[in-house]
């Protein structure tokens, strides 16, 4: 059986995260466009999900990830903080 995801107040850090155009996305989207290569952006993909750019040609999806999500010593949180952690 399935549990049902539970409103709590442990999670507001990840309310106001910015999710699209990062400073780390934003940097290589000009680099990928000034080796010449061109891209749409946000594009929704068969798997329900949506990567930062996609380059349609190269049949390539690219998702930026940042310090948070990869756990960075220096910039991402001590500890991983889900709402649901404890249950």
Request: some cysteine; aromatic content about 10%.
């Amino acid at each position: 059986m399935a549990r049902a995801w539970v409103r709590t107040e442990a999670g507001p850090h990840l309310r106001g995260r910015v999710t699209r155009n990062t400073r780390p996305e934003v940097v290589l989207r000009q680099r990928v466009h000034a080796f010449g290569l061109r891209f749409r952006l946000h594009v929704p993909l068969a798997s329900r999900c949506t990567p930062d750019f996609v380059l349609p040609r190269h049949r390539v999806a690219v998702f930026v990830d940042g310090c948070f999500w990869h756990g960075c010593p220096e910039h991402g949180p001590r500890e991983f903080r889900a709402p649901n952690a404890d249950r």
